[in-house]
C-alpha cells in the first residue's frame, strides 16, 4: 500500500497517482467501455416556489435506462450543479428528492431551493432499479449477468453519467459542479470524486471507516447480497490487507475540495480517528497541489445522520467552492 506521506513533489504524485488508480480499479473490477448515448427524456414536470422539478430518465449503458429527479431553479443561467447520491434506502432518489425517508436528507430538494440545478437518480438495485422478484440492494442478479464486475463499479459508470446529464444541460455551469451524499451516498460521492475531473466539490457524510482500522470490514462485501466489491476480495478484506484505503481514494481526488463528515455514535462508522487519519494523509497530497485548505474533517454526536449543523457546514462548503 502506497505511503502518501512519502511523497515530496508533485511529480511524485503523478506517478504514484496511476499506481493507485490500477490498484482500485482492480478492485472494482471490469468497467463498461466508452460513453452511452444518454437520450434524456422528460416524463413529467411540476413548478414549485422557486424551481421546477422534472422526472426525467437516461440510457446508462446499451439496455438500461435509469430514472432520476431533475431540480431547476427559477430565472437563473450558468447555475452551479450538484449530483445527489442516496443513502441506502429503498426509497432511492425519492428521499433525496423529499417525497420519502428522511426529510433531513432531501439534498436534492434543498440544494435547488439554495440555486442549484441539482440531480437525483437511483443508484443500481433501489428505487425504481429493483430487479423482480428481488429485494432493494439485493445484488444476486446483478452478479450473475456481471461476474467480472462490481456494484461499486457499476454505480461508479452510473454517477459519471449522471454528470454527463447535467452538462449537457444548458443552464448548468460546468466549471461548478460538485456531489453530496450521505452513508452509500458518501461512499459513491468520494468515488466518483476521485476518478471524474469535473466534480469540483464533494461532500461526504458518515460514509466510511478505514479498511485497516474497520471491526468488521466483511460488511463491503457480504451484507445480505448487496456486495459493493467482488467476493474475490474476501480473504484481503478479512486480513485488513487492501491494495489502498481511503487515505487514497480522497487523494485521487485532489485538489477538488472535499469535505468529510463523521459521527462520533450510533454508525457502522463510528471511527472519528480513523477518518481524521484519512483525511490527515490525504492532506500531504493536497498540500503538494498547492490546496491545503481545500479537505476537511468535521464531527458530531448525533448518530448516523445529516443534522442542522452539518447542512449549514455543507451549504458554506459548497459556496466556497462553487
Request: glycine letters at 6%; proline letters at 5%; hydrophobic letters at 40%.
Amino acid at each position: 500500500m502506497v505511503d502518501l506521506s512519502k511523497l515530496k513533489s508533485p511529480v511524485n504524485w503523478a506517478e504514484t497517482r496511476k499506481e493507485i488508480e490500477t490498484e482500485v480499479m482492480a478492485c472494482l473490477g471490469k468497467m463498461p467501455k466508452g460513453r452511452v448515448d444518454l437520450q434524456i427524456k422528460t416524463v413529467d414536470e411540476r413548478e414549485y416556489r422557486g424551481y421546477v422539478r422534472r422526472r426525467i430518465n437516461y440510457f446508462v449503458d446499451s439496455w438500461n435506462r435509469v430514472s432520476a429527479w431533475l431540480f431547476i431553479p427559477e430565472g437563473k443561467e450558468e447555475m452551479p450543479a450538484l449530483l445527489c447520491c442516496h443513502q441506502k434506502t429503498p426509497f432511492g432518489k425519492d428521499e433525496s428528492a423529499g417525497l420519502e425517508g428522511d426529510h433531513r436528507l432531501a439534498f436534492a430538494q434543498h440544494y435547488a431551493e439554495a440555486g442549484y440545478v441539482t440531480l437525483a437518480p437511483d443508484c443500481i438495485t433501489a428505487g425504481d432499479r429493483v430487479s423482480a422478484k428481488s429485494a432493494p440492494y439485493d445484488g444476486k442478479a446483478f452478479y450473475k449477468e456481471y461476474p467480472k464486475a462490481s456494484m461499486a463499479g457499476k454505480m461508479l459508470a452510473d454517477h459519471r453519467a449522471a454528470i454527463d446529464v447535467l452538462s449537457e444541460f444548458k443552464r448548468v455551469d460546468s466549471a461548478r459542479v460538485g456531489v453530496v451524499g450521505h452513508g452509500l451516498g458518501a461512499f459513491n460521492a468520494l468515488l466518483l470524486t476521485a476518478f471524474d475531473e469535473r466534480v469540483q466539490a464533494c461532500v461526504a457524510s458518515c460514509g466510511f471507516t478505514r479498511f485497516e482500522t474497520d471491526k468488521a470490514p466483511l460488511h463491503w462485501i457480504e451484507d445480505d447480497g448487496f456486495s459493493l466489491f467482488p467476493t474475490m476480495l474476501k480473504e484481503q478484506m478479512e486480513n485488513k490487507q487492501m491494495p489502498f484505503d481511503f487515505e487514497h481514494l480522497i487523494a485521487l481526488g485532489a485538489p477538488s475540495a472535499t469535505f468529510i463528515v463523521t459521527t462520533l455514535s450510533e454508525s457502522n462508522f463510528t471511527n472519528p480517528k480513523s477518518c481524521q487519519k484519512a483525511v490527515t494523509q490525504a492532506k500531504k497530497i493536497y498540500q503538494l497541489l498547492g490546496a491545503p485548505g481545500a479537505v476537511d474533517h468535521y464531527t458530531h454526536h448525533d448518530g448516523s445522520c445529516v443534522t442542522p449543523d452539518t447542512l449549514d457546514l455543507a451549504d458554506e462548503w459548497f459556496e466556497r467552492w462553487l
